[in-house]
């Protein structure tokens, strides 16, 4: 009997860590670092201004591009960048975006979509998220930095704190 409750206590301990890791998959290079180290005890701050579009909506929930691209411009205004931000209109084109972002003098944008944005049906109703975000130099629209991610939480998580977490694993340095 006490061999059973072992495995019952280890099967649930593997289903639970297996279920709070998204699925994330980034290139090699990372977001361009705002501060740089100087020396041991001093770091320069640079302006890195990004221009951000709303995230295309691929789901069936209205205005989640707009949701996580407001979640995105938080995180990335707490990690120091200047941003610039146009979620009024729909998602331009990409040409149309590189123009915007060059009239606002912005360095880069951001580009993406949203593809979940739910929360799943069942007892528990647990939030589930998919994004996929892409940031490229507004000079020749080559792309810098890209992640695509998923995850989902337990049915007490709200869809927004999901997508937090998300977005802040993907634009970690």
């Known amino acids: 009997m006490k061999v059973l409750y072992t495995i019952l206590l280890v099967a649930l301990v593997a289903f639970t860590t297996s279920c709070s890791a998204p699925s994330l998959v980034t290139t090699q290079k990372s977001l361009p670092k705002v501060y740089v180290d100087t020396n041991s005890t001093h770091e320069e701050k640079k302006d890195v201004t990004i221009t951000l579009f709303r995230l295309n909506n ?24 200047i941003v610039k931000s146009h979620f ?4 331009p084109s990409m040409k149309k975006a590189r123009k915007i972002a060059k009239e606002d003098d912005s360095k880069y944008f951001i580009y993406g979509g949203v593809s979940e944005w739910r929360y799943k049906t069942g007892i528990d109703g647990e939030p589930a998220v998919s994004l996929q975000t892409s940031l490229y130099k507004t000079k020749n629209s080559k792309l810098v930095w890209s992640a695509t991610g998923a995850d989902s939480d337990w049915g007490n998580a709200s869809i927004g704190t999901t997508a937090q977490d998300l977005l802040l694993e993907m634009i970690q340095e």
């Open 58 to 81: 691929y789901t069936d929930t209205p205005r989640a591009g707009l949701r996580a691209s407001n979640i995105l411009e938080g995180l990335l205004l707490s990690k120091g960048y």
């Open 88 to 91: 009024s209109k729909k998602t």
